[in-house]
């Protein structure tokens, strides 16, 4: 329950700024709004508000706003005709404005969510800016069941005080100094305000062949240096921006690999999102913040690529209107934009077969 609640809040903040900001640049350019909904499908409830209809639509997994001036119209005899108002009466900087509006969003919302992330949780730095967090100590968080620690009596919430001649060592360097340890391993732990000396004969005589000795305990930092908000944003919105090359390259790896059948880890449909979310909430909230954001970047990427149908297609094809410096025959843009939504359609199902088939096998 917590998964689904989370997924559809996720899925629903993002698309609902993405619209929401082509509202307001419309709004802001002078072409009126027909409808907003929250959700596709039939529609449960409306309201009409400065000249918008607001709806609330039966399926919750997105939303729309309905612009005029984008699609032909009917004339009096029933054929098409070029649309008049609205969008069409934009030059190409005011289409530019409305169409870029979701994408700026977008991002602008990601890069929040990260800050928070990383605010909250300075190890995400690791993936804002490749710096390593700020720690220092070591604290044992776990003792595996059955294992050495476990024998000579290490506990979950043991300081390591000392590890051969570590003092006070960062978990990076408690470990370090574990592997170099050649003969007995001398501990010093701090429990309850005391200090627990420790001799562990190492390596263990009952390691199998072939494999790295263990102590058996997982170490989380003592203390992780917090990160100031400028630095948490400035670094989000350096990663938002970097980043955008690769998910482009990305995507389009990942929409080759589903056209021709196989898997890719670079690409996630309903399923796939679902299973992410999934994981996430079991670790915490700066998790799915993180995830939130990838997710709000991904769809700015996404709908800015020049894929009919898309916030990029249509900028594309603006772009070619400006240039010719007539618009196309009435029909012509709508079938070119219906081809991509259905190839994208298509791309989708695709994917998501192949998720529930993956999903199946491994079950």
């Known amino acids: 329950m917590i998964t689904a609640v989370t997924f559809l809040a ?5 698309v609902l700024v ?43 997994l997105g939303g729309y706003v309905d612009l005029p001036g984008l699609a032909a119209e009917r004339d009096e005899d029933g054929g098409l005709k070029a649309p008049e108002g609205g969008m069409a009466d934009l030059g190409f900087p005011g289409k530019a404005w409305v169409l870029i509006g979701g994408v700026v969003a977008n991002f602008v919302l990601g890069t929040l969510l990260l800050t928070a992330a990383v605010t909250a949780n300075p190890s995400f730095r690791t ?20 294992s050495l620690a476990e024998r000579v009596g290490v506990q979950a919430g043991d300081v390591l005080a000392r590890v051969g001649a570590a003092v006070d060592p960062t978990p990076a360097e408690a470990v370090e100094a574990i592997r170099a340890a050649d003969g007995p391993l001398r501990l010093e732990l701090r429990r309850d305000g005391a200090l ?12 199998p062949a072939g494999e790295p000795p263990r102590l058996g305990v997982q170490l989380a930092p003592l203390e992780v240096a917090t990160v100031s908000l400028p630095v948490a944003f400035w670094e989000s919105a350096t990663f938002a921006v970097t980043a955008v090359p ?14 021709t059948g196989q898997m890719s880890e670079e690409v996630a449909g309903p399923v796939g999102i679902v299973g992410l979310v999934n994981d ?35 900028l594309l094809v603006a772009g070619v209107v400006a ?27 695709l994917i998501t077969l192949q998720e529930v088939q993956t999903l199946l096998s491994t079950g």
């Not at 409830?45 to 918008?52: A, K, S």
């Not at 020049?306 to 297609?313: A, F, M, R, T």
């Open 10 to 14: 996720i899925l629903l903040t993002a």
């Open 18 to 60: 993405h619209e929401f900001a082509h509202y307001l640049n419309a709004r802001s350019v002078g072409v009126p709004v027909r409808a907003f909904s929250v959700g596709f499908g039939p529609v449960v409830w409306r309201r009409t508000w400065r000249g918008t209809e607001w709806r609330l639509s039966a399926i919750p």
């Open 127 to 146: 993936l804002t800016s490749g710096t390593p967090p700020d720690v220092s100590g070591a604290e044992i968080v776990a003792v595996a069941p059955d």
């Open 196 to 207: 627990v000396p420790l001799e562990v004969a190492w390596p263990p005589a009952d390691v």
């Open 246 to 259: 690769e998910m482009v390259a990305g995507f389009a790896r990942g929409f080759a690999s589903a056209a």
């Open 280 to 314: 996430a909430t079991q670790v915490g909230i700066a998790p799915v913040l993180v995830l939130a954001a990838l997710i709000n970047f991904s769809l700015a990427v996404f709908n800015l690529l020049p894929i009919p149908g898309l916030d990029g297609g249509r």
């Open 323 to 349: 240039l010719r410096g007539r618009p196309f025959r009435p029909g012509q843009e709508e079938a070119f934009h219906l081809v991509g939504i259905v190839a994208v359609l298509a791309l989708i199902v």
